[in-house]
Nanobody, 117 residues
Framework: QVHLVESGGGLVQAGGSLRLSCAAS????????MGWYRQAPGNQRELVAT???????NYEDSVKGRFTISRDNAKNTVYLQMNSLQPEDTAVYYC???????????WGQGTQVTVSS
């Protein structure tokens, strides 16, 4: 099993920045992909960004150029630096991890990000 714990959410004004962190514990040696998804009220959960163990990244179009995902493999931690935040970025942000050849998936409990206009 993998346990994911997020931190760093909060309330920020439009144009501001936040940094999310997610620490993984448990069976972490075979984690291939870590990332962030978000879910706004009434919407489906959507991909924000992912990063592989080799450093390859993928971003949802609306966050490209504003958000940066990074990963510290030694600490089993993934980060999401969010700049130029907009009210439409308001959502619960979930940490995600996928491990092993069977692609087991794990989710954090979520952290609220609220951007005021």
């Amino acid at each position: 099993q993998v346990h994911l714990v997020e931190s760093g959410g909060g309330l920020v004004q439009a144009g501001g920045s936040l940094r999310l962190s997610c620490a993984a514990s448990g069976i972490t040696f075979s984690i291939n992909v870590m990332g962030w998804y978000r879910q706004a009220p009434g919407n489906q959960r959507e991909l924000v960004a992912t990063i592989t163990s080799g450093g390859g990244t993928n971003y949802e179009d609306s966050v490209k150029g504003r958000f940066t995902i990074s990963r510290d493999n030694a600490k089993n931690t993934v980060y999401l630096q969010m700049n130029s935040l907009q009210p439409e970025d308001t959502a619960v942000y979930y940490c995600y991890a996928r491990r092993g050849w069977r692609n087991y998936e794990y989710w954090g409990q979520g952290t609220q990000v609220t951007v005021s206009s």
